[in-house]
T-cell receptor
Framework: AQSVTQPDIHITVSEGASLELRCNYS??????LFWYVQSPGQGLQLLLKYFSGDTLVQGIKGFEAEFKRSQSSFNLRKPSVHWSDAAEYFCAVGRYNNNDMRFGAGTRLTVKP | GAGVSQSPSNKVTEKGKDVELRCDPI?????LYWYRQSLGQGLEFLIY????????KSGLPSDRFSAERTGGSVSTLTIQRTQQEDSAVYLC?????????????FGPGTRLTVT
């Protein structure tokens, strides 16, 4: 089965600084990769997803992620963080024609003023 | 339009009691997922419904857990003889179809506390 590792449990960045959240997956074939955000008291919202094609994918709220097969990574980036980006971020991996999606443990982002 | 709704939003129960958690998916969505979110553990897949097909129960942690989906819409997750380790947030998600291509739309969750 596929699995996901998010090495950073908690990250703090200053507002306006750049952000990179790490995600490593384990899966033998081409994975389907996702980033979700969970704001306090809110449900999970999809930021972006990768299925095939261009390895750099753009998402909502100014986020992007790059699929690197050689590193089994799908890191999330944002050039300039806003205070409203403070939330929990989850990376997830799915498989073609398979029902379950595996989520990472999440990375909590704190934004300093 | 209305999103995925879950009820109750919070549930406190005594150890050994049974609980039922409800999920109302987005109208017209044929696929429905249940997940469990424990502190620092990410989301754990529990069960998946797709249309009239037999559900994928491979994620249910024990036979105390069961779920049904009536009329292809509302789903109920039942936990019998609750244990303290069942305390978590239970999330429901629905999608328009049965493949990973579709975005999963999540409900706000039910926070279950077993005392």
């Amino acid at each position: 089965a596929q699995s996901v590792t998010q090495p950073d449990i908690h990250i703090t960045v200053s507002e306006g600084a750049s952000l990179e959240l790490r995600c490593n997956y384990s899966y033998g074939a081409t994975p389907y990769l996702f980033w979700y955000v969970q704001s306090p008291g809110q449900g999970l919202q999809l930021l972006l997803k990768y299925f095939s094609g261009d390895t750099l994918v753009q998402g909502i709220k100014g986020f992007e992620a790059e699929f690197k097969r050689s590193q089994s990574s799908f890191n999330l980036r944002k050039p300039s963080v806003h205070w409203s980006d403070a939330a929990e971020y989850f990376c997830a991996v799915g498989r073609y024609n398979n029902n379950d999606m595996r989520f990472g443990a999440g990375t909590r982002l704190t934004v300093k003023p | 339009g209305a999103g995925v709704s879950q009820s109750p939003s919070n549930k406190v129960t005594e150890k050994g009691k049974d609980v039922e958690l409800r999920c109302d998916p987005i109208s017209g969505h044929t696929a429905l997922y249940w997940y469990r979110q424990s502190l620092g553990q990410g989301l754990e897949f529990l069960i998946y419904f797709q249309g009239n097909s037999a559900p994928d129960k491979s994620g249910l942690p024990s036979d105390r857990f069961s779920a049904e989906r009536t009329g292809g819409s509302v789903s109920t997750l039942t936990i019998q003889r609750t244990q303290q380790e069942d305390s978590a947030v239970y999330l429901c998600a629905s999608t328009p179809g049965g493949t990973q291509y579709y975005e999963q739309y999540f409900g706000p969750g039910t926070r279950l506390t077993v005392t």
